[in-house]
């Protein structure tokens, strides 16, 4: 039996519910309404992960409704709009690929921007979500993909506060174009085809899947079985905790469905699980659960192998739970970081 190391994700699409209510937002701080997206872009915006910071702001005008980009990022921070700790690759063709680097920005109608690499057909739709945290602890606000606080958060101290005038925004994005995103490369499943996947967790062997830890939470596996073709079911099960391999607990507590697809040249296994089980529990978080499926993906560069990860699907809502920010909360930021 295998077992999957874990299923974070970060995305080269920028990565799910809608834009968090007022009573998401930490310290209930009020909403900014009539925000323009892209003058936020054009005045510079702030995105910090650990100790690592970046800023996009547009440049010159790359066309009528288009703008370079001149973003500088800290020397660690990948140059990626979303970012969450994880290493990132897409796939197309069965090949492995860093995501490309945005470079410049296009205006859109409805308040959004698309931030795109040039020549790419691949990238991100955004609207940004505008927050007053003017004397809101600045701490509560740096969050990872899971919704919880950085480590460099938790070393900051409850006495630092933003400065008057400072805004985070939460951006809402869309993935411009289906994407299959894999986002740790260095996990063993022992298979190099979907097929072969399929047949060795069929019959009595399970494979686990990565679940978010949290109060409540329920780890699952899965078995493979009724293949017709491309479509076949899957066996559930709860499984036991804290085990080196994949062990269940007790019989079968639902059925969903896999589906073998090709999307970008590319062979991916999709899974739909019924309503009953929460998407936490079989690694897709709710911020991301209306746009992306849990995948196996069979890559063939460099080397045949299938992998974990997810299928991004296009002009779908979703938010990657981390706030962006003004120049005046950058400096309330970086202060408190002693940056």
Known sequence: MHKLTPLACS???AFVATAASASDVPHRAKPIENVNTLEVFQNGIYHYWEQNRSVFKTGKKAGKTA???NNTFSK???HLFSYGGSRNWVVRSGALSKPPVPNTLHALSGNKVSLV???????TTIELKAYDVSGKPIADFLRSHNNQL???AQSIGSGYRFAKGSVAYMPVMQSLRTELVVPEINIFTGQKTINGFIKTFSGKVPTCLRYEKRAGSQPYAIRFTGQKGNNGTIEIFEAKRGKVFCEVEG????????KVTTVNGTRVMTLQFPDKIDPRDVGIRL?????FDLAFIEVKKPKPQVLPGRIVHAKRDFTDNQYRFNDVAAQSIDKAMKR
């Open 287 to 291: 911020n991301e659960s209306d746009a």
């Open 251 to 258: 019989p079968s507590i639902a059925r969903g469905s896999y």
């Open 117 to 123: 690499r040039r020549g790419n057909t691949s990238g």
């Open 76 to 78: 660690d921070m990948p």
């Open 11 to 13: 995305l080269v699409v």
């Open 150 to 152: 950085t480590k460099a």
């Open 67 to 69: 703008y370079r980009m």
